[in-house]
């Protein structure tokens, strides 16, 4: 399988348009089988990782994300909110570190990070959400590798940026920004030594060439992401995209069973759409390499399954939480 993904000398990256696509079309069992196959050689069998999101900056962002409840250029339930004080965020740290996440992400509606107040309370959550011993993640759109340097000093463990869809389709969901600077923020990042979480969105109108383009990219970087989240789109009245159909469960599968392969190490993250998937989905996209969930009742704006309904589907399939 690795021969047929990287043929010698055809490309300088490690995986082609080609090989990507052709892992994509694989009889769904056997892609199963491979990326089971992948994951236990890989990570730890059997364990979840909990994360919690919080949104500490809501609403009101310039840029025009189709997808986003939170963008000004839509009309939606979310308007634009006073961000939250340093004590807020920290409570609802402690009360996820209680509930059983590890990990704490903090996102802001922001296009791109500004020096200043807010920038330095942001500073503080992050040295306050690691004295409390969690993981610290946040999304606060592009930053400069100076201020990814700050955040690596407060603390900071990781950063969360996604490439949302392929270079092709970028246009056709976001046009105030370009995947190059998407591209320039993750490097940013990692240079300034904070791991990578970058993953995409499916259902958005996509054609599956842009799902493999998006894994694609993520796997040619170098190093490959740590995290990988699989969102399925949240459709949200006033935006856009709000009237198109609801994903095949299956292609979810598919995009977490190719993540996995392609990007063995990463911890991938069944991310937002779950309270639309089965239980049996879930578990199915747990099988295929997913290792981790957002955990809690909301994710940024929008509502995730209840807590105790995650607690009992991961005991029903013999899971655990990471510890
Ligand atoms: N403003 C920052 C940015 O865009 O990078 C950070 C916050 S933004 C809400 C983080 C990510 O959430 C987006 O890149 C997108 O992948 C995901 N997201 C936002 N709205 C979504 C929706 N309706 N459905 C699925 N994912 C969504
Ligand atoms: C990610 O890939 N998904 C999360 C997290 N990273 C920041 C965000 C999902 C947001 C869903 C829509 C909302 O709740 O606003
Ligand atoms: Fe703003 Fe991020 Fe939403 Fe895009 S995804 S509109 S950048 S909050």
């Known amino acids: ?17 080609k090989a990507v696509r052709a892992l994509y079309d694989r009889p769904l069992f056997a892609l199963i089988d491979e990326a089971r196959a992948v994951h236990r050689a890989t990570q730890p069998e059997q364990e979840v990782q909990l994360c919690t999101l919080l949104s500490v900056k809501t609403g009101g962002c310039p840029e025009d994300c ?14 634009p909110e006073k961000m939250l004080s340093v004590d807020d965020v920290l409570s609802a740290a402690r009360r996820a ?16 990070v500004k020096d200043g107040p807010a920038f330095d309370r942001v500073l503080d959550m992050v040295r306050g959400v690691k004295e409390l ?11 400069s590798e100076p201020q990814a ?8 463990d990781a950063y969360n940026h996604n490439l949302d869809t392929s270079r092709e389709n970028y246009r056709s969901i976001i046009s105030t920004r370009s995947f190059d600077d998407r591209l320039r ?13 970058s993953g995409g969105i499916i259902g958005m109108g996509e054609s599956s060439d842009d799902r ?7 796997a040619n970087l170098d190093p490959q992401p740590e995290s990988v989240p699989i969102n399925a789109l949240v459709r949200v009245p006033g935006t856009p995209l709000e009237n198109l159909p609801p994903i095949d469960p299956l292609d979810l599968v598919r995009m977490v069973a190719c993540a996995r392969i392609l990007i063995p190490g990463a911890r991938v993250r069944l991310s937002a759409g779950r309270t639309e998937l089965t239980r049996e989905a879930q578990v199915l996209a747990m099988y295929a ?5 957002f955990y809690g009742d909301m994710l940024l704006t929008t509502p995730n399954p209840e807590a105790d309904e995650d607690r009992a589907l991961l005991r029903d399939a013999g899971l655990t939480a990471m510890g």
């Open 133 to 143: 011993g969690l993981e610290a993640c946040v999304t606060l759109g592009m930053v």
């Open 1 to 17: 399988m690795t021969a047929m993904l990287s043929p010698p000398g055809a490309s300088p990256e490690r995986y082609s348009r």
């Open 149 to 156: 340097r700050q955040l690596k000093e407060a603390g900071l």
């Open 66 to 79: 189709a997808y986003c409840p939170q963008s000004s250029h839509y009309e939606t339930e979310v308007g």
């Open 212 to 218: 493999c383009e998006m894994l694609r990219t993520l």
């Open 289 to 293: 390499g997913a290792n981790s969930i």
């Open 97 to 112: 570190r209680e509930q059983g996440s590890t990990r704490f992400c903090m996102g802001a509606a922001w296009r791109e």
């Open 185 to 197: 923020t993750l490097e940013a990042v990692r240079s300034a030594g904070i791991t990578v979480c």
